[in-house]
């Protein structure tokens, strides 16, 4: 049997370690005021957005705002995400996690006759994967025939008021996650993506000291394992 301090030294650490290790982080796109994603509405500390506009749904509680509910459906109350970059660029939505990131990402995605692919690259930007050719491809989603019951009002109705979710496997170490697919709305040199993104879920690579902290945790154990069979 281990000795009591040893036991609790290193349950500690690794009860310390492992929600960091298996942390995840969601980026819900909610935000006061709709824009440009790389201005400073919505910055979370990491992460990196680029050719991205981050809308409000148009039956959120935001004064002047009531539409027919453009993303009523979408997981989180107010924004989500979509492409926004000049017309004569072909570049995707990026987002850039400084850490990198590990595993499988998960997200929701709304569109409207129209088509969206997502791609996960590392550092060198080389594809890990990719929806639709090493995995399913992200569906082409009609809207609902018929006004529902919404979130924020009696009725919605909008375009992209069907949702689903999709989730990518991929091995490595990713560094960015790129969104592309049909454009529309053309006005003043800028396109805008057919399609919204919401809730993407990934795990950060772990901080280099969390990593060692559990191996020392992991080592504790062993020392004392091999103490207690002499």
Known sequence: MLPLSMNRWTAAALLACAPLLASAVTLDFEVQQEGPADSDIYQPPGFSISNGFIFIDADS??????????FGRAPSRFGALTLYRDA?????????????????????YSTFESTAR???LDANNQVL??????????????????PFKGKFKDEESGS?????????????????LVFDGDVGNPAGGKVVGRFFIDDVVL????????????????????????RRRG
């Open 61 to 70: 509680t935001a004064p002047g705002r009531s539409g027919t509910g453009n």
């Open 88 to 108: 004569s660029a072909t570049d995707g939505v990026r987002i850039e996690v400084a850490k990198g990131f590990q595993g499988s990402v998960t997200f929701s």
């Open 118 to 120: 997502v791609t996960v």
């Open 129 to 146: 994967a990719q929806s639709g050719s090493n995995a399913d491809p992200l569906l082409s989603l009609d809207s609902d025939p018929a």
């Open 160 to 176: 992209y008021n069907k949702w689903e979710t999709y989730t990518l496997s991929f091995q490595g170490v990713a560094q960015s």
């Open 203 to 226: 795990s950060p690579v772990p901080e280099a000291s969390t990593v060692a902290m559990l191996l020392a945790g992991l080592a504790g154990v062993g020392v004392a394992t091999r």
